[in-house]
């Protein structure tokens, strides 16, 4: 079992930056990719980005792409997600995964574990 509590969403203008946190508790963290995914109101969950279980290997949707950074510190069992460059259309919850193997994919029934989302917000 693995637990994963997601911080540091909030309201920010466009253009402004955040950073949100992931910290996972449990099953071994050093194991499992990671991925981060949004919901919007009244669409799908979609797909943000991962990063292999050393932190090597990093995956981005296209939207984000040059705005966006995940990363980890397995020593610290937490995952980022430095967000740069915000636009409105970037408000959703976001939500941290935990996939039980190593690589992880860019699908969201594939995660395990689930973190219960974090809001962020941005202003035109």
């Known amino acids: 079992q693995v637990q994963l509590v997601e911080s540091g969403g909030g309201l920010v203008q466009a253009g402004g930056s955040l950073r949100l946190s992931c910290a996972a508790s449990?099953?071994?963290?050093?194991?499992?990719?990671m991925g981060w995914f949004r919901q919007a109101p009244g669409k799908e969950r979609e797909f943000v980005a991962r990063?292999?279980?050393?932190?090597?290997?990093?995956t981005y949707a296209d939207s984000v792409k040059g705005r966006f950074t995940i990363s980890r510190d397995n020593a610290k069992t937490t995952v980022y997600l430095q967000m740069n460059s915000l636009k409105p259309e970037d408000t959703a919850v976001y939500y941290c995964?935990?996939?039980?193997?190593?690589?992880?994919?860019?699908?969201?029934?594939?995660?395990?574990?689930w973190g219960q989302g974090t809001q962020v917000t941005v202003s035109s």
């Open positions: 995964a935990a996939a039980l193997g190593y690589f992880g994919t860019n699908v969201a029934r594939e995660y395990a574990y």
């Open positions: 449990g099953r071994t963290f050093s194991n499992s990719a």
């Open positions: 990063i292999n279980s050393s932190g090597g290997v990093t």
